[in-house]
């Protein structure tokens, strides 16, 4: 493990080293502004408001925070597109959206400020991994809706380095680059890294003799001891970066070389903890559902967004001298929400995909493995006796037809296993409909 940058430069150390109580000015004068703007120019939140009886003039800081309605997904998208908005389509510059569905969106409108910042809290973030103009940044996460690609290259720009766009995909092609150009830093899924690392391993290439120094991985759960493997097989500083599209993206927060939690942005997202079942906030240290308040964005500023990630907060200083909180790697999730190769699935989705399909039952189960570093998923399909009697043709040209469903709404490639009638467990209560094998 290369750790002799540890010495790095802060990016902004004005407000990633600020007092606290100075921040928590800083933070009441912008949430004052937030909650007046979204309460004057976005129906939902003047509506969820009303309901609760609060007005903006009630929430005269950060400790008024938890009169505030929640917001959560399904918000998004009912309001799909433009529902959210506070500010006329004349100011948005940008749109970005989830990685998951095709078919109902999640998308956030950007003004020039709001990039600006996420620019921002992304050159943080390069500079959390001892990035400089002097580094060499390729950027193997998607480009295009999805904000990883744009994300990081607008941060890494930010501070002066090359970047190199590749995009993610063709492996091959990235370590050619990687050993042509000398990049020095590689940003991607932890799961890509892993493939990119093997891949290096099999192409009997000695890492030690790459300019890698350091990884900047997120956008998926991970774990400490994938963290290890990576290190390991790229011999660099692996890094944990934590964001989501309805904050801007990568960046939220970001680890420091001491690998000690990810340090949240708080002049820009605020975040909380709650207990997910009873919505009562916890003090920090305890564990429970991560809730974030946006208090610099215009384009779609979001107030109390539930994001279903299960973590803990740290307020101890940092050894890097940053006194910004510290998220601990992300748990798990709340709600149902997986991730596979990167992208959002719920299984209500594939329920919905199959309550399309002429003679499949809603009864199904998803099996998601981790077969080398790339993950897998097989969908268990109940089915009813008329299609489990056909021949082998007929059943190989129906699991056709579900694949290619599932392929269309949900974007992912999934092994389709019929399944006779009523083999599928069925559930009183809550159903189980994913078995996650992968050890993480
Ligand atoms: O994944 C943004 C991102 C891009 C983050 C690149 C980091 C790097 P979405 O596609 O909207 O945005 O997915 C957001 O991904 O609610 C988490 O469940 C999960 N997630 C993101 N980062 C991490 C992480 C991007 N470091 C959802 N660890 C979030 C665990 C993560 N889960």
Same mark, same amino acid.
């Given at each position: ?119 921002? #809290?992304? $050159? &943080?973030?390069?500079?959390?991994? *001892?990035?400089? %103009?002097? =580094? @060499? ?6 480009? !295009? ?80 001891? #994938?963290? $290890? &493997?990576?290190?390991?097989?790229? *011999?660099?500083? %692996?890094? =944990? @970066? ?6 801007? !993206? ?191």
């Amino acid at each position: 493990m290369k750790c002799e940058h540890k010495t790095a430069n802060i990016w902004n150390p004005e407000m990633e080293c600020i007092d606290r109580e100075e921040l928590k000015k800083i933070q009441s004068e912008r949430l004052k502004k937030t909650v007046k703007r979204v309460y004057e120019n976005v129906p939902l939140y003047r509506a969820r408001m009303d309901e609760k009886g609060v007005k903006p003039e009630d929430i005269r800081g950060v400790d008024d925070l938890k009169y505030l309605p929640f917001t959560d997904k399904p918000d998004l998208r009912e309001g799909f597109p433009y529902g959210l908005f506070a500010v006329p389509k004349h100011d948005i510059i940008r749109i970005q959206g989830s990685s998951g569905t095709t078919g109902m969106p999640i998308v956030t409108g950007y003004t020039k400020n709001d990039i600006g910042v996420w620019t921002e #809290m992304a $050159a &943080r973030s390069v500079t959390m991994a *001892g990035g400089t %103009a002097d =580094d @060499i940044v390729q950027i193997c996460y998607g480009y !295009g809706l999805f904000t990883g690609g744009l994300g990081l290259h607008q941060g890494a720009t930010e501070v002066g380095a090359m970047v190199i766009p590749m995009s993610s995909g063709n492996t091959q092609r990235q370590i050619n680059m990687m050993q042509a150009m000398g990049s020095t830093i590689l940003c991607c899924t932890p799961s890509y890294a892993m493939l990119i690392g093997e891949t290096i391993r099999d192409m009997g290439i000695d890492p030690g003799k790459l300019k890698l120094k350091a990884g900047i991985f997120g956008a998926e759960p991970w774990s400490e001891n #994938m963290r $290890a &493997r990576i290190e390991e097989l790229l *011999g660099i500083d %692996a890094l =944990d @970066i934590y964001g989501l599209t309805e904050m801007a !993206g990568p960046g939220v927060s970001c680890e420091c070389l001491y690998k000690n939690g990810m340090h949240v942005n708080e002049d820009h997202v605020i975040p909380e903890i709650i207990n997910p079942e009873t919505l009562e906030v916890l003090p920090y240290g305890e564990s429970g559902e991560l809730v974030l308040s946006t208090i610099t964005k215009e384009g779609t500023p979001l107030l109390r967004y539930r994001t279903h990630d299960l973590c803990r907060l740290n307020v101890e200083k940092c050894e890097c001298g940053r006194t910004n909180v510290r998220m601990d790697r992300i748990k798990g999730r709340s709600d149902d929400m997986l991730i596979i190769r990167g992208v959002n699935v719920f299984p209500s989705q594939i329920e919905t995909v199959l309550m399309e399909i002429p003679n499949a039952s809603p009864h199904f189960m998803i099996v998601v493995d981790r077969v080398g570093p790339t993950d897998s998923m097989q969908l268990q399909v109940e089915v009813n006796d008329e299609i489990f009697a056909d021949t082998v043709g007929q059943m190989q040209t129906y699991k056709k037809m579900i694949a290619e469903k599932v392929k269309s709404t949900l974007g992912l490639s999934a092994d389709i296993k019929l399944v006779p009638p009523k083999s599928i467990p069925r559930f009183e209560g809550k159903a189980r409909r994913v078995l996650d094998n992968r050890k993480l």
